[in-house]
Nanobody
Framework: EVQLVESGGALVQPGGSLRLSCAASGFSFSRYRMNWYRQAPGKERELVANIGSSGFTTTYADSVKGRFTISRDNANKMLYLQMNNLKPEDTAVYYC?????WGQGTQVTVSS
């Protein structure tokens, strides 16, 4: 059974940092591209970043380029999203995705 479990969301002040984690199980993690999405209240879910199977290829939404970094640990089946210089507009539920599978999400709130 495929499982994706996100963690690391929190309330943080503007300019702060967070590191999100996604623990994967039930599939050959190291063989697949992995994705982070987010959904803000009243908005559609959007792709934030993705990373190739080996970790060398990454893409980012324009809104997070230069502030967020996606990475992975294939040995431990973990996906990460380092978020720096957070802004109020980054407030959303963040989801890990593989193929058609989604995690339950983790809430990130950026507010003073």
């Amino acid at each position: 059974e495929v499982q994706l479990v996100e963690s690391g969301g929190a309330l943080v002040q503007p300019g702060g940092s967070l590191r999100l984690s996604c623990a994967a199980s039930g599939f050959s993690f190291s063989r697949y591209r992995m994705n982070w999405y987010r959904q803000a209240p009243g908005k559609e879910r959007e792709l934030v970043a993705n990373i190739g199977s080996s970790g060398f290829t990454t893409t980012y939404a324009d809104s997070v380029k230069g502030r967020f970094t996606i990475s992975r640990d294939n040995a431990n089946k973990m996906l990460y999203l380092q978020m720096n210089n957070l802004k109020p507009e980054d407030t959303a539920v963040y989801y890990c995705r593989y193929d058609t599978y989604w995690g339950q999400g983790t809430q990130v709130t950026v507010s003073s």
